[in-house]
């Protein structure tokens, strides 16, 4: 099945303990994104890749950092988390960042910073 | 600013009642508009994408219409069913040099009642 996997799906930690959630899609796609959604507010692209090797930054990607080291992968780090990234997070992936390519999601990470 | 406003927040309706919902937005230049269904505790899914030159696409009970000169799209889900409980999140794409930025409304929150 095409689909695009994260984990885990729920996670409590604590201030500054570095965690990573992994993401993985089995479509061959080549562009990758990581949102954050909070209540009330839009999804929040964190960082992208075009490509193997090629990352930037979205709209709000203060404290976390990514890799793409392999197509298929792209986890998402929180080097010392803090509160304010208390949120849900999601991976997409679409064949490429074209106008017309629909964004495939994973079920998304519900991450809790104490 | 490129902003996508979502209208209601949240809706209540009885099964088999039809409701439309609303999507207005403020993005130049326009490249596509899609609506994305979310279940409460998955990734949202695409419902349709439509571009500058469409007024209209169906998927199903669910029907979307873009008028381009207003700025404005609409969603509208007949006959509905316990299973359209769920938000949806209007979409647009902004064509940015070679790229493009995709700008997500906040979302409806739909309740279907027996």
């Known amino acids: 099945e095409a689909q695009v996997t994260q984990n885990p799906r729920y996670l409590i930690t604590v201030t500054g303990k570095k965690l990573t959630v992994t993401c993985s899609q089995n479509m061959n796609h080549e562009y990758m994104s990581w949102y954050r959604q909070d209540p009330g507010l839009g999804l929040r692209q964190i960082y992208y890749?075009?490509?193997?090797?090629?990352?930037d930054k979205g709209d709000v990607p203060e404290g976390y950092k990514v890799s793409r080291k392999e197509k298929r992968n792209f986890p998402l780090i929180l080097e010392s988390p803090s509160p304010n990234q208390t949120s849900l997070y999601f991976c997409?992936?679409?064949?490429?960042?074209?106008?017309?390519?629909?964004?495939?999601f994973g079920a998304g990470s519900r991450l809790t910073v104490l | 600013k490129n902003q996508v406003e979502q209208s209601p927040q949240s809706l209540i309706i009885l099964e088999g009642k039809n409701c439309t919902l609303q999507c207005n937005y403020t993005v130049s230049p326009f490249s596509n508009l899609r609506w994305y269904k979310q279940d409460t505790g998955r990734g949202p899914v695409s419902l349709t994408i439509?571009?500058?030159?469409?007024n209209t696409k169906s998927n199903g009970r669910y029907t979307a219409t873009l008028d381009a000169d207003t700025k404005q799209s609409s969603l509208h889900i007949t006959a509905s069913q316990l299973s359209d409980s769920a938000s949806y999140i209007c979409v647009v794409s902004a064509r940015m040099d070679s790229s493009y930025k995709l700008i997500f409304g906040s979302g409806t929150r739909l309740l279907v009642r027996p």
């Open positions: 997409a992936s679409s064949l490429q960042h074209s106008g017309a390519n629909v964004l495939t």
């Open positions: 439509m571009t500058f030159s469409e």
């Open positions: 890749s075009m490509n193997v090797e090629v990352t």
